[in-house]
């Protein structure tokens, strides 16, 4: 696993995003260093842990090493330069949509990989995308954003689509990864600021 191809750099920048997230929703909880790099690890590995059982692999996380040193050292970087707490809860968010763009691309693509059909890879990618943050969530007692009212998972469904529907069109991995890792993130980020939410039973079940 010496080899540095686009996916693997993609997936460890993923990792660092989502490890970054992580750690500074433990700053703002104000866990201690431990507590920080253990959110921070779970929630850059989670998504791909899961991932990994699905396609029958052996989890990189525990195989190559490179996986748990760039989350733990990610981590422990962003409890010492952690950003003012007034802006902590935006940097979740900015970090949180960038990893939901680069997780669900590298998730989608693995399974392709592993010859799973595009619908399955789909979902699988989805829940690569999803499982880092809602772990993150549980774990700072929060709601996990995917069963909240915003657009999230909708947002990694759509990149699942476009990164499998690009490479069945045998576009360049880099290309495609980019592409669909910057409409995730845009139409993650858009969402929160237009309020954009999917409707919920109370939105249903109004007066007629």
């Known amino acids: 696993m010496s080899e540095l191809n686009p996916l693997l750099v993609v997936d460890l920048?993923?990792?660092a995003v989502f490890?970054?997230?992580g750690a500074t929703a433990g700053v703002a909880k104000r866990l201690d260093l431990f507590g920080v790099?253990?959110?921070?690890?779970?929630a850059a590995l989670g998504g791909g842990i899961l991932r990994?059982?699905?396609?029958?692999?052996?989890?990189?996380?525990?195989?190559?090493w490179r996986y748990a040193a760039v989350a733990v050292v990610t981590s422990a970087a962003t409890f010492?330069?952690?950003p003012t707490v007034s802006r902590l809860h935006w940097t979740v968010l900015v970090l949180d949509a960038a990893g939901l763009g680069l997780f669900t691309v590298t998730g989608t693509l693995k399974a392709l990989d592993a010859g799973i059909p595009p619908v399955g890879a789909c979902i699988i990618g989805m829940i690569t995308g999803i499982g880092g943050g809602l772990i993150r969530d549980l774990l700072t007692g929060e709601i996990?954003?995917?069963?909240?009212r915003e657009i999230y998972a909708v947002a990694g469904l759509l990149g699942c689509a476009s990164v499998a529907a690009l490479d069945a069109l045998r576009m360049q991995r880099p290309v495609s990864i980019g592409l669909?890792?910057?409409?995730?993130?845009?139409?993650?980020?858009v969402a929160l600021r237009r309020n954009w939410s999917a409707p919920t039973a109370s939105n249903l079940s109004g007066d007629s």
């Open 13 to 15: 920048v993923g990792i």
């Open 19 to 21: 490890a970054a997230s």
């Open 37 to 42: 790099v253990f959110v921070g690890f779970m």
């Open 52 to 64: 990994d059982v699905f396609v029958n692999v052996q989890p990189f996380a525990f195989v190559d």
């Open 80 to 82: 010492w330069l952690h």
């Open 144 to 148: 996990p954003s995917v069963l909240r």
């Open 180 to 189: 669909a890792a910057v409409l995730v993130f845009a139409l993650r980020m």
